[in-house]
C-alpha cells in the first residue's frame, strides 16, 4: 500500500486535470453540502409538503455540486439554482506553500476553484436569504 | 458548498473589493480522486480570500439554461492552510499576495425561476 503522505506531496506537485470540485492543495475537496437541518420536514397535521430550504444545486452539476468544467466565460458561475444576488467566481490558482516536514510545495490546479454567492435563493415555497461559498 | 457564518464575506465600501474567510470549514482529503472508489478522509482548511473588481466589463447569459452574470473581471488571491489530524499532515499556503489565479470575476447573477429572458 502507498505512502498517504507520499500521495498526498505527490499530488501538491502534479496537480490533477479533472474537472471537479477546489483542488487544494491535493485532492483536498470542497466543503461538504449544507447542513441536515435545511431537510424536508415531515409535514404534520396534513400540512403541504414543500420540501426543505436547502439551495436548489445547478440541474446540471452532479450531485456534490461540482461543475466538472472549469470556470470561464460563458459557464454557469453559480452553485445555487433559484438564486439572485452578488457572486465571485475564481479558478485556475497557483501558489506556493509549505508542509508540516518543512518542505516546500506548489499548490493549485485548473480546477483550483472558490467562489461566494450572497443573496437571495428560492426553496420550500419561499425566498431565503443566504450567503454561501463553494470551495 | 457551505454556508458562510456572519461576518464571514465582507465587501469594501465601494463594493469592488470582497474578502471571503473562513476557519475550520470541514472538508475532504481525497488523495487518489477522481477513482471510483478514492478513500476520503476528514480534514480541515482555514482561508482568506481576496476578489477585486476590474474595469472589464462581462456579461455571460444563455436564456436555455436560464442563467445571466453581469460583472467585471476580477483577481482573486488566496491564502490557505490545511490539515489532515488523522495523519498529522499540514499545509500551509505562502502568503496572500504570493498567489494568483488564471479566472476571476465578480459581479451579480440571476437564474432559475429568477431569470427573465431577454424580451427579442
Redesign the interface.
Known amino acids: 500500500m502507498s505512502d ?2 507520499m ?2 506531496r505527490r ?2 506537485n502534479l496537480g ?1 486535470s ?1 474537472f ?1 470540485l477546489a ?13 441536515e437541518s435545511c431537510s424536508p420536514a415531515i409535514p404534520q397535521n396534513h400540512e403541504a409538503s414543500n420540501g426543505g430550504s436547502c ?2 444545486p ?1 440541474p ?1 452539476l452532479d450531485k456534490n ?1 461540482n461543475h466538472n468544467q ?31 516536514q518543512g518542505n516546500r ?1 506548489p ?2 490546479t ?1 480546477t ?1 476553484d ?1 467562489s ?5 435563493y ?1 426553496a420550500a415555497r419561499q425566498p431565503h436569504p ?6 | 458548498m457551505a454556508p458562510v457564518p456572519a461576518g464571514g464575506l465582507t465587501f469594501s465600501a465601494d463594493g469592488k473589493t470582497a474578502t471571503l474567510q473562513m476557519t475550520n470549514l470541514p472538508i475532504i482529503d481525497q488523495p487518489r480522486w477522481p477513482a471510483l472508489d478514492a478513500e476520503t478522509t476528514p480534514a480541515f482548511m482555514d482561508f482568506k480570500l481576496v476578489f477585486k473588481s476590474g474595469v472589464e466589463p462581462v456579461k455571460y447569459e444563455d436564456p436555455s439554461r436560464q442563467y445571466r452574470f453581469e460583472g467585471f473581471e476580477a483577481s482573486a488571491q488566496l491564502e490557505a492552510r490545511f490539515s489532515v489530524p488523522s495523519i498529522g499532515f499540514t499545509f500551509q499556503s505562502d502568503p496572500l499576495e504570493t498567489s494568483r489565479c488564471d479566472f476571476a470575476v465578480m459581479g451579480e447573477e440571476v437564474n432559475g425561476r429568477y431569470y427573465e429572458a431577454p424580451k427579442t
Do not use: Q
Open positions: 498517504p503522505v500521495n498526498r499530488l501538491l490533477v479533472s471537479g483542488s487544494l492543495p491535493s485532492r483536498l475537496i470542497g466543503a461538504p453540502s449544507s447542513p439551495p436548489y445547478i446540471w455540486g472549469p470556470a470561464g466565460p460563458d459557464v454557469e458561475l453559480s452553485s445555487i439554482y433559484h438564486f439572485k444576488g452578488k457572486l465571485g467566481r475564481c479558478s485556475g490558482f497557483h501558489g506556493m506553500g509549505t508542509d508540516n510545495r499548490w493549485g485548473a483550483t472558490f461566494y454567492m450572497a443573496g437571495e428560492w443566504g450567503v454561501f461559498t463553494h470551495t
